[in-house]
């Protein structure tokens, strides 16, 4: 793959979701019978390496529940029947994109979380983390890792993040309602992490770090995401339950 120079070091805002694009694409084409490479031009590649789906069931429904904040008064089974919650699951990918370069390889993972939220506020604090962890340092600084992003749009809306790599382009589709946010708190040049505060107001949330590395030396992936269950705290003054942040994880190796 021939990088253009805008592309050493972290892309520019306008390539916000960095290589799940591709990630997209590759499901897409799975589901169409075609095969990832078919993609792209004469003398590039793109390959699905694995893929893993956790905590969802044979009709492709999520079943891991996920709880967060709810009210300040009332009693305690008051504020557990109003605190947001619902249920969850995640798809992980591991990929790479080639050409001809005999000294690189490119390689990135891709962390899809899906949300049904089914009672509460969305406006509760529940915070969820998505992780992507490589074994390999990028060369020469070229990486890339989904950019923050905000909700201009309402729950049921799903946008198309832009994507630019070298020769290829793509969209990652995420649903998120109007004002929610995708907060990346870290992308370096090995690993990227990305926050939600409130996970209620998210449909479909997708991350992606991707690297160059050297040629033939693959890296592995710890990919993740961080699940809210909240803990409820007594505290005599003021005298009300106070909804205390906890945490599950639903991991994978790639």
Known sequence: MRLKPRLLGRLSKRAVAGAAALV??????????????SAAPGGQSLRLVKSQCMQRNADGKPTFQWWGAGPTNGTKAMVQKARVRGTMF???YKFRFADNDKKFDYWGASVQSYWARNGGSANYPAKALHQIGSTRTAQK????????????????????????IGIFSASAPVQACKS??????????AAGSWRIQKIGGWRKVETVYSQ???????????????????NLVWQDIPGLWRSVPNFTSVSAKL
């Open 24 to 37: 997209v694409l590759f499901t897409s084409l799975l589901l169409v019978g075609a095969q990832p490479a």
């Open 90 to 92: 995640v798809c992980v």
């Open 212 to 230: 160059m590395v050297p040629r033939g030396k693959v890296p592995t992936f710890y990919v993740g995401v961080t699940v809210p269950r909240y």
């Open 141 to 164: 600084a070229v990486f890339d890792g989904t950019e923050s992003y905000t909700s201009k749009k309402s729950c049921g809306a799903e946008v198309s993040l832009g994507v630019q």
């Open 180 to 189: 929610y946010k995708l907060e990346a708190t870290r992308v370096s040049d």
